[in-house]
């Protein structure tokens, strides 16, 4: 018996069909992991989205199971994080084996005071359930299923898409358009766009299995093992008691061959053990590539996910990337649809995404090359680094089963404003704001006080003084608006307007370095993109003009 | 730090027999196994990623035939 049952989503006739077609700030093209990230996020700004997915239903067998901090943190922002915290297996502890022994463990998240995981396993058709469920909640999200994007026709001002339906086809419009329609895209087909790098002659078989077992919720990794000989294998807790296996094939293997339960269920007693019972829920073998499109913005085309970039699987840098992507862009979209900033600030989602993808793909190709040596010396290289590995803590930095997703830090984005003053530490701009245990009316983590919009963070020592509350109410009131969360001592009386939150552990100002006084400006998908040992209204407000990719002031005057 | 390419061994011929008998009755694949490990080891001890560097490129240097030099373009001419 399956453990999971899915969800089949009602098709609707569209209105265009019947009356009027109206016009769309936004559609999204995929129902994906991606695409649904993207809609909530539009939706909770206001802003009317409409998905289309030629599917009505959820994604088949676990897919993408790794979910990473950020990810978390990001759809903690959009209402559905908790959830998938409950129902996903926690784990910060990998193991990796070289032949019949462990070599070593390591532990992805040693310091405390972070509200999230480093990682969570659920299977991807629960995250995709969750999010639907919770774009459904939104009244500015319309989901459509079984609805095809056959056509997409840019122009200046609009997009025009022709989509099918059971019903036969219509025409929409819309001012933007987010492609996140998977790795094979067919949209980025229909505009003749490609996506270039590298494939690997490697294929892998993924298999979902239930099994009620002992072993804990940890990732573990096998170079050369014994029941696999000279290949590698993973193995990961997911929820309802289905573990995720994945073996090493090599390029030679036959795909349909080695879906086969005959083929599937000798690998799999060989890893668990004779007396192991269990059922195969689902099986597939995949060829992995890492590529990029050149560019992720075509003018009114925006391309997001798997559609604009891939990865092996090694180090859960796909979905976890194009979840990124779209925390990237929703703000961005949002300034530029309401007028507030100028169709440029997209081009920052090009510029920012792309060298994320980058990392993405060097950091994924690299760990591809440890587990698939390509040559002989380099098998030997990777040989003696798992051996030395057990003994000798050096080389165990050297062993690369995955490195696993973190997120991108943006240091040469356009939108940041270089340091003016000496900081410690990682929260340089460009960077995604890491958490901190804080009191306050919010909430108890720091970043459940970032990401409304822009967002000042200050540290006070004395109670602020007038002048400095109606500097904050300034910025609070200005065109793009810019709210102020006053990190302090307890007692300070609150004042309506302004956050206040105290930092019990020490922590936030360790891991911010501040001092009194000193400003944290973060964008409103909570990287840091500006900070100073003091503040300044005017710096604030011109880091915000950069930030949103506006001229300023002067240099549009002497245009 | 910049790769020392003068004598810094006490006693040379010690430490080459020395080597020489680390892979005595290996087998091609296991001293290749027991090379890399010393590679690995001693590069974390040198640490510097300068002086690694340089000595990669000695290392590579007079293996492979030199590469065909670009033919002279037009522009770079009389």
Redesign the interface.
């Given at each position: 018996m399956m453990t999971y049952t899915p969800p089949v989503y009602p098709y609707t006739k569209p209105v265009e069909l019947t009356g009027s077609p109206r016009h769309w700030p936004v559609i999204v093209a995929g129902a994906g992991p991606v695409g649904l990230t993207a809609a909530i996020d539009l939706a909770m700004r206001g802003i009317d989205v409409l998905v289309l997915d030629e599917d009505n239903t959820v994604s088949i067998g676990s897919r993408a199971i790794c979910w990473s901090k950020r990810t978390l943190e990001i759809l903690d922002r959009l209402g559905c994080g908790e959830r998938l915290v409950r129902k996903g297996v926690s784990w910060n502890v990998g193991r990796v084996f070289f032949r019949g022994e462990q070599v070593y463990q390591f532990d992805l998240l040693p310091e405390q005071g972070h509200r999230r995981p480093s990682f969570i396993n659920l299977q991807q058709y629960y995250v995709e359930q969750f999010l639907v469920e919770r774009a459904t909640e939104l009244p500015s999200a319309e989901l459509r299923w079984r609805h095809k994007v056959v056509g997409v026709t840019p122009r200046e001002d609009r997009v025009t898409i022709r989509v099918a339906t059971p019903d036969g086809e219509y025409t929409i419009h819309a001012d933007w358009l987010i492609v996140a329609d998977g790795s094979k895209s067919p949209i980025r087909g229909m505009l003749g766009l490609e996506s270039e790098g590298q494939v690997f002659h490697d294929r892998f078989l993924i298999a979902d299995i239930h099994m009620t077992s002992s072993f804990p919720a940890e990732r573990r990794f096998w170079f050369d093992p014994p029941f696999h000989r000279n290949q590698s294998a993973l193995l990961h807790r997911q929820a309802d008691d289905v573990w995720r296996v994945d073996f090493q094939l090599g390029w030679d293997a036959d795909p349909e061959e080695e879906k086969k339960p005959e083929r599937v269920l000798p690998r799999l007693r060989a890893m668990l053990g004779e007396h192991a019972r269990f059922d195969i829920e689902w099986a597939s073998v995949y060829t992995f590539q890492c590529r990029r499109m050149r560019s992720f913005r075509h003018g009114r085309v925006l391309f997001a996910g798997d559609a604009a970039h891939l990865v092996s699987p090694f180090g859960a840098r796909g979905a976890n990337s194009g979840i990124q992507d779209v925390d990237n862009l929703g703000w961005k979209l949002e300034l530029v649809l309401t007028g507030m900033a100028p169709e440029r600030l997209l081009d920052s989602y090009d510029a920012e995404r792309t060298v994320a993808a980058d990392e993405n793909i060097l950091n994924s190709t690299r760990s591809t090359d440890f587990i698939t040596p390509k040559s002989?010396?380099s098998r030997?290289?990777r040989?003696?680094?798992l051996?030395?590995a057990k003994r000798?803590t050096?080389?165990r930095r050297?062993v690369n089963s995955g490195r696993l997703s973190v997120p991108a830090t943006l240091v040469d984005s356009p939108l940041n404003t270089p340091d003016g003053e000496p900081f410690a530490g990682r929260m340089m701009p460009g960077a995604p704001a890491v958490d901190a245990p804080v009191t306050g009316d919010r909430g108890e983590w720091l970043l459940d006080y970032l990401g409304d919009g822009f967002t000042l963070l200050l540290v006070t020592a004395q109670p602020p003084v007038e002048t400095l509350l109606r500097e904050l109410r300034a910025l609070a009131s200005d065109p793009i608006s810019c709210n102020s969360v006053l990190v302090g001592a307890a007692d300070t009386t609150a004042k309506a307007g302004e956050l206040r939150v105290t930092d019990p552990t020490g922590m936030l100002a360790e891991r911010y370095d501040t001092c009194p006084g000193a400003a944290y400006l973060f964008r409103p998908d909570q990287h840091v993109c500006a900070r100073w040992r003091a503040f300044d209204l005017g710096a604030v407000r011109a880091a915000i003009v950069k930030a949103t990719a506006q001229t300023p002031v002067a240099e549009r005057q002497v245009a | 730090m910049t790769l020392n390419r003068e004598p810094n061994i006490a006693a040379p011929d010690d430490f080459y027999q020395e080597l020489i008998d680390l892979h005595r009755e290996l087998t091609d694949e296991q001293s290749?196994?027991v090379n890399?490990?010393l590679?690995?080891?001693l590069a974390?001890h040198i640490g510097d990623i300068d002086v690694l560097r340089a000595a990669m490129a000695a290392a590579r240097e007079d293996v492979m035939a030199p590469r065909d030099e670009p033919a002279p373009t037009a522009a770079s001419g009389p």
């Open positions: 002989n010396v030997t290289f040989d003696a680094a051996m030395l000798h050096f080389a050297l | 290749a196994l890399a490990k590679i690995l080891l974390n």
